[in-house]
């Protein structure tokens, strides 16, 4: 261990610590799903798929998420038709405002402090709780290293196709954590692809845990007013692909899968808020490349539909997004909620 890893270390463990001696729990099940690296496992899509599952499993889901880099203070429901997105994104944080969009009927709350996020909803529902026919179950959306909340379960997402980066702690590498730290997994998934050799090591870390696999499935595009197309669109068509993403490679190899070529491709930071001027950059390169279509993730559409509006609009409706789904067998589902009350 380095002296920047060391130096990382000594602050996490006294972070854990402190945090763990005040651990509070809430009154109903709490389903974590969370890494154990810096972005790019796709919790987001993992924690949409939990929630509708928990949905048809007779269960009333309640999100409770962070809003990283979102300005809103204090707990709040996420509630995408009161602003502009790029107010919402602000507000809230865009992966947030993108469950809400994708979840309709499955509340989202934004709060640093989960359990006093939890607590909030629960008061909200206080005057309906007892008429409740479903048993409220919370989903923590990246909650692996939120000591402050208790949890019935730690679902925990592997990148398949780079699992650890360079086995480095943070600052030299993208672990948040010490691989043995994964002892207190109960649900391992490891996402993008079928890495046997990985989930055996996994296995080897922590023998009692169950690992699966899953992957992510685009089921559909669609343009920033929600208007729908089937994948097919992009058959033979010539593409500029944008994202602001932890992992901007992984979505340019999805794009190339559906359509007749990229033409070009623009990366921004993780979690990126987008400009007026971004959007003419980006307009400006798909016409001079005689682009059929500029593409990005639903997580970066969520940010620029106010700009769909503007005075820099592409042509027409041809600002288009991947609508990704997590998609994993039935028994990571029945591991997921089993003895959950």
């Known amino acids: 261990m380095t002296f920047s890893e060391l130096f990382y270390y000594i602050g996490y463990s006294l972070d854990k610590r402190f945090k763990m001696k005040r651990q509070k729990r809430l009154p109903h099940p709490v389903i974590s799903i969370g890494n154990i690296t810096v972005g790019g496992t796709g919790k987001t899509p993992a924690a949409i798929a939990v929630a509708k599952e928990a949905k048809r499993r007779g269960f009333y889901p309640i999100i409770l998420t962070r809003g990283y880099k ?22 809230f944080g865009d ?5 809400a969009e994708r979840l309709k009927d499955v509340p989202v709350v934004k709060c640093a402090d989960r ?4 607590m909030f909803a629960i008061e909200n ?7 409740f026919k479903s048993q409220i179950i919370f989903i923590l959306d990246d909650g692996f290293q939120h000591w402050r909340l208790y949890r019935d379960r730690d679902i925990v997402l592997i990148d398949g196709l780079n699992p650890f980066g360079n086995r480095k702690m943070l600052p030299l590498g993208p672990l948040r954590e010490p691989l043995k730290e994964l002892k207190r997994v109960e649900v391992f998934v490891v996402t993008k692809t079928k890495n046997e050799p990985l989930a055996e090591e996994l296995k080897k ?14 089921v559909k595009i669609r343009n920033a007013e929600g208007k729908e197309f089937p994948v097919e669109t992009l058959k033979d068509k010539k593409v500029y692909a944008f994202c602001g993403i932890a992992n901007p490679e992984s979505f340019k190899m999805t794009v190339k899968g559906f359509c007749g070529g990229i033409a070009g491709f623009k990366a921004y930071g993780d979690h990126h808020l987008y400009s007026q001027a971004d959007i003419l950059y980006l307009a ?17 559409m969520v940010k620029i539909k106010e700009f769909q509006n503007s005075d820099f609009k592409f042509h027409g409706d041809n600002i288009l997004c991947m609508e990704i789904e997590f998609a994993a067998d039935a028994a990571f589902f029945d591991e997921v909620f089993k003895n959950i009350p």
């Open 125 to 131: 529902f206080k005057s309906q709780i007892s008429n």
């Open 284 to 300: 400006e390169r798909g016409k001079a490349l005689n682009c059929d279509f500029l593409i990005t993730t639903e997580k970066d």
């Open 70 to 91: 979102g300005k809103a203070k204090g707990p709040c429901f996420v509630t995408p038709t009161l602003h502009n997105s790029d107010i919402l994104t602000l507000l």
């Open 95 to 99: 992966e947030p405002v993108l469950m």
């Open 115 to 118: 359990y006093e996020g939890g």
């Open 205 to 218: 870390i922590n023998p009692s845990a169950s690992a699966y696999f899953s992957e992510y499935k685009t």
